[in-house]
Nanobody, 118 residues
Framework: VQLQASGGGLVQPGGSLRLSCAASGSILSFNVMGWYRQAPGKQRELVARITSGGSPAYSDSVKGRFTISRDNAKNTVYLQSNNLKPEDTAVYYC?????????????WGQGTQVTVSS
């Protein structure tokens, strides 16, 4: 499975972006889809995740500002990012997790850069 992330860019503080993660196969085959981010000099961190049943979860730093959603028919997961702040600047990665009796399997997209600056 390949994951293609897109939608990043340069935005002013307070602005919005919508990130997309398109999968080459059915996202229903994954238990969880998520977005992570990594800022320069920092570890990769979870931003938001959504289960195959549609239950979302968010990190405290983005709760109330970001919304994760999925379109199973399009095999795409979205991250609507509103009221962006300079500290949201990072490379954003799409993740897909499959849980099976043989173990957990993670798949990653290539990342899309989000820069929040005036």
């Amino acid at each position: 499975v390949q994951l293609q992330a897109s939608g990043g860019g340069l935005v002013q503080p307070g602005g919005s972006l919508r990130l997309s993660c398109a999968a080459s196969g059915s996202i229903l085959s994954f238990n969880v889809m998520g977005w992570y981010r990594q800022a320069p000099g920092k570890q990769r961190e979870l931003v938001a995740r959504i289960t195959s049943g549609g239950s979302p979860a968010y990190s405290d730093s983005v709760k109330g500002r970001f919304t994760i959603s999925r379109d199973n028919a399009k095999n795409t997961v979205y991250l609507q990012s509103n009221n962006l702040k300079p500290e949201d600047t990072a490379v954003y990665y799409c993740n897909a997790e499959r849980i099976s009796i043989t173990g957990n399997y993670d798949y990653w997209g290539q990342g899309t850069q989000v820069t929040v600056s005036s």
